[in-house]
């Protein structure tokens, strides 16, 4: 089978395209015709080697990319009750989409509704889900709520304000230039702003909540932000903390927390939010759903295949200034 592949850590150059045996499923597992994968900065991050030590994702070379994917079932292994060859799945942080056939564990596949295109799947399931636990688990964001998402123009920062928005919430909103401002505003957002210098945005924020801050931050871009995040956040607010687009923060005292207002913070990661196959079935019968009645937009924005891979990698790194738009790899017919 056609597939891209790893065997040590580094740039576009270490990306290798040719012929893999087609793996064979083990007790557990399904063997899955891809027919779309979804490319994440995750896929860059991997090839990076920025999890050759995490235990949260354990990816070790050799590494078959893409760690998001539908397609349809070819065979089960052993054990594997639930899920039979036809099947239409999708799934997520499980490595090996960046080629013609995968194996994924059964407790890692979600369930494609018939009249939900398979590329739609493969694009909005690792972005969905995360949204998702972030909003729901983590941030509980009900009515009348306050929260702020910051790079909301971006890929999971879109579904946090629909998302939002559909729980009930105001939401105040940040980007980086006046076109992803717009994205945000069509989006659900109901006050946008600039980051500003030196966290300029804190004072549009306590302007619009009156002084008191947001129940809730939610905070991908990471050391330009974090500090200024929890003045932005209310007294015993929650910060949220699930990316660092910035850079890390690493001198981080936690009497900071107490001194901006006995704030709590958390920086979550979506393996630990979908512990079974229920749970992710869940999550995506959520994102599917909204998607289906019109309750969530998420707009593609370029499609490869799997020749022109490394055009996909340059493409979501130029991109990521223009909001982290959906990318597609497509492997197969749909």
């Known amino acids: 089978m056609k597939a891209i592949w790893i065997e040590r850590y580094g740039g576009p150059e270490v990306l290798r ?3 893999l045996p087609v793996p064979r499923p083990g007790p557990g597992e399904v063997l899955v015709e891809v027919r779309h994968a979804g490319v994440n900065f995750m896929d860059v991050h991997t090839r990076q080697g920025k999890y050759a030590d ?3 994702y354990p990816v070790r070379l050799p590494c078959t990319l893409g760690m998001e994917g539908a397609g349809v079932v070819c065979e089960t292994g052993p054990g594997v009750a639930g899920v039979r060859p036809g099947d239409r799945v999708a799934w997520c942080i499980v490595w090996g989409s960046y080629a013609e056939y ?5 407790a890692r596949l979600a369930r494609v509704p018939d009249a939900l295109p398979l590329e739609m799947a493969a694009a909005t399931l690792f972005h969905g889900c995360t949204a998702h636990y972030l909003l729901h688990d983590v941030g509980r964001i009900g009515p ?3 929260c ?3 790079a909301a123009s971006g890929g999971i920062g879109q579904i946090l304000v629909q998302l939002a928005k559909r729980a009930g919430a105001t939401v105040l909103a940040t980007t980086s230039s006046a076109q992803k401002a717009e ?3 069509a989006h659900g957002a109901d006050h946008v702003f600039g980051y500003g210098e030196a966290g300029g945005f804190v004072d549009d924020v306590l302007r619009v909540t009156q002084g008191a801050g947001c129940d809730v931050v939610f905070d991908a871009v990471g050391a330009s932000t974090l500090r200024h995040s929890f003045r932005a956040t209310r007294r015993s607010g929650l910060v949220v903390n699930y990316g660092a687009v910035s850079g890390a923060v690493r001198d981080l005292d936690p009497l900071e927390l107490g001194e901006a207002g006995s704030l709590f913070l958390t920086r979550p990661r979506l393996a630990d939010h979908l512990p079974d196959a229920a749970t992710l079935q869940r999550r995506a019968d959520a994102i599917f759903g909204a998607l289906l009645d019109g309750g969530l937009c998420v707009t593609i924005g370029t499609r490869h295949t799997l020749d022109d891979v490394e055009q996909a990698h340059a493409a979501l790194q130029a991109r990521r200034s223009l909001g982290k738009p959906m990318l597609c790899v497509r492997a197969g017919p749909d």
Do not use: N
């Open 183 to 185: 994205v945000a505003r």
């Open 102 to 106: 995968a194996v994924v564990p059964a």
């Open 144 to 146: 009348g709520m306050q």
């Open 17 to 19: 395209r040719g012929e």
């Open 148 to 150: 702020l998402v910051h």
């Open 54 to 56: 995490s235990r949260t």
